[in-house]
């Protein structure tokens, strides 16, 4: 694997030898790839990764986006819990001011991905 790379004038980096395989198979069989010796990447071979994380989203092999939905539900729903710290111990948020917190903090992390 290493040749061809070499016959093509392409140097392989450790950080960035990346190779994800989307399979529709529902088996769990990723077997690390052996790439032989490289002057970066030594003599290891690439791990597989149960998902892969690109431009703030979180792919696994069959596309179903499981774990960017859990990632990002985890946060909305920590930040909720978080909105309960807000205000003084004797007298809390306003039900106008939590419904505000909550349209403008957690709707956007639970449908976008986005934290304003």
Same mark, same amino acid.
């Given at each position: %694997?290493?040749?061809?790379? /070499?016959?093509?004038?392409? /140097? &392989? *980096?450790?950080?960035?030898? *990346? &190779? ?14 052996? &790439? ?5 990447? *030594?003599? $290891?071979? &690439? ?8 431009? #703030? ?6 596309? $179903?986006?499981? *774990? ?5 539900? $985890?946060?909305?729903?920590? %930040?909720?819990?978080? %909105? #309960? %710290? ?19 903090? /957690?709707?956007?992390?639970? $449908? ?5």
């Amino acid at each position: %694997m290493f040749d061809l790379f /070499v016959a093509f004038k392409l /140097v &392989l *980096e450790h950080d960035k030898s *990346e &190779l994800f395989h989307f399979s529709c198979r529902k088996r769990d069989d990723n077997l690390p790839i052996d &790439l032989g010796y490289a002057p970066y990447t *030594e003599d $290891t071979s &690439l791990c597989p990764k149960p998902f892969w994380q690109y431009l #703030g989203f979180y792919f696994d092999r069959q596309l $179903t986006f499981h *774990e960017h939905v859990c990632y990002y539900s $985890t946060k909305a729903i920590s %930040m909720v819990h978080a %909105m #309960g %710290m807000l205000g003084n111990s004797l007298r809390g948020l306003s039900s106008r001011q939590k419904h505000l917190l909550y349209r403008s903090c /957690v709707v956007p992390i639970a $449908t976008y991905s986005f934290r304003l």
